[in-house]
C-alpha cells in the first residue's frame, strides 16, 4: 500500500510539468512542420536528420532552458553553435573522460 500512495504523490507532484511540456513539444511541432512545408514549397531536398535535430534541440532549449528557438531557421544562433561545438566529435571524446573521472 505505501508504494501506492507514495506514487499517488509523486505523480501529483509531476505531472503539471508533464502537462506543460506537453504544451512545449506542440509548439517544437508546429515549427518543424512549418519548416518541412517551406522546404516543399522550395522544392528542395529534405534533410529529415537534420531537421529532427533541429526538433529535439528546440525541445530540450524549450524545456530545460525556456529558450525559444527554431534551430532549423537559426543556425547561427549561439544556442545552437554553442551546442553543436560541445557535441561535436572533436569534443565528444572529451566529455567521455570527463564523465569517467
Not at 528542395?44 to 526538433?55: E, S, T
Not at 527554431?70 to 543556425?75: I, L, P, Q, R, T
Amino acid at each position: 500500500m505505501k508504494g501506492d500512495e507514495n506514487w499517488k504523490r509523486i505523480r501529483t507532484i509531476v505531472t503539471p510539468t508533464f502537462t506543460r511540456m506537453l504544451g512545449i513539444f506542440k509548439e517544437c511541432s508546429k515549427i518543424l512542420v512549418l519548416n518541412f512545408k517551406n522546404i516543399a514549397k522550395e522544392g528542395k531536398h529534405v534533410d529529415a536528420k537534420g531537421l529532427y535535430a533541429a526538433f529535439s534541440m528546440d525541445v530540450i532549449a524549450s524545456s530545460a532552458f525556456s529558450t525559444k528557438i527554431d534551430s532549423h531557421s537559426e543556425s547561427n544562433n549561439q544556442f545552437v553553435t554553442t551546442t553543436k561545438q560541445v557535441f561535436s566529435k572533436e569534443q565528444r571524446w572529451r566529455f567521455l573522460l570527463w564523465c569517467e573521472s
